[in-house]
């Protein structure tokens, strides 16, 4: 299956899964305040098994094209979240995360959706990155905002979820937008 991946950040470290996960992965998942804006959840304990089943599956396949990772905290090694990048066609891959409520409002967020920028434009050679994210869930499109994401579409009713019809904005960012970005960070 090769080796697990370990992305390093100043305060965190994203991993692959592990099936020894499941409680943190559950607590955060099964949270109807963490699921309320996000398409899955609240997970149920057998949804769980199925995510990390998945997401452990998807290490071993070649070329990879699927990275869902734990958010875990350096000092103590706590997860508190998820966070993954999807490899597309057209050099392309997709964004996500979700942080555990105890945890919101500390930056780790925006933290591992930059490390997930910087892995997918420097190890996956993307040349864009885009998210998606319920208009309704303000700091998700600050997060990606606070990133140098550009909000280049409003995507009306263009997804069922939970019963309802929601709208979503499309954020994306390219390999040289973030380059320059980048280098004004350092």
């Known amino acids: 299956m090769g080796a697990l991946l370990s992305l390093p950040t100043p305060r965190l470290v994203l991993r692959d899964f592990e099936e020894s996960d499941f409680a943190a992965v559950h607590r955060y998942g099964s949270d109807p305040e963490v699921a309320r804006l996000v398409p899955w959840g609240p997970n149920h304990r057998r ?13 071993g396949r070649e070329p990879r094209k699927r990275y869902d990772l734990a958010i875990v905290l350096k000092p103590d ?5 998820g966070c993954g990048i999807q490899v597309l066609p057209d050099s392309q891959g997709e964004i996500g995360y979700a942080v555990a409520r105890d945890f919101w409002g500390r930056g780790y967020a925006t933290e591992a959706a930059y490390r997930l920028l910087a892995f997918g434009f420097r190890g996956l050679d993307l040349h864009r990155i885009f998210a998606t994210c319920d208009v309704e869930n303000v700091a998700s499109w600050q997060v990606l905002e ?41």
Do not use: C, N, P
Request: charged share 35%.
């Open 47 to 59: 949804d769980t098994r199925r995510f990390l089943r998945q997401a452990i599956a998807a290490r």
């Open 77 to 81: 090694g706590v997860l508190i979240g």
């Open 146 to 186: 606070k990133l140098g994401m550009r909000r280049e579409g409003h995507l009306r009713e263009d997804r069922l979820q939970k019963g309802r019809w929601r709208d979503s904005y499309l954020y994306a960012i390219l390999e040289q937008e973030w380059k320059v970005l980048a280098a004004l960070a350092t």
